[in-house]
């Protein structure tokens, strides 16, 4: 039962962790255009960001 718990966290952790690196990947890619990384995270539906 421990290991099922820790597996989890640790998915959870790399789940988070690759939010946070798409977030800032499509950010960046998309910054000259103004408001379009948020229309492009929820297009995708991989992150939900809104600036």
Avoid: F, H
Wanted: positive net charge; charged residues 35%; hydrophobic residues 35%.
């Amino acid at each position: 039962m421990e290991l099922m718990s820790r597996i989890r966290s640790i998915l959870k952790d790399s789940l988070s962790q690759w939010r946070r690196d798409t977030k800032v990947l499509i950010t960046s890619a998309a910054e000259p255009r103004g408001a379009e990384p948020s229309r492009v995270a929820v297009k995708q539906g991989k992150l939900k960001y809104l600036r």
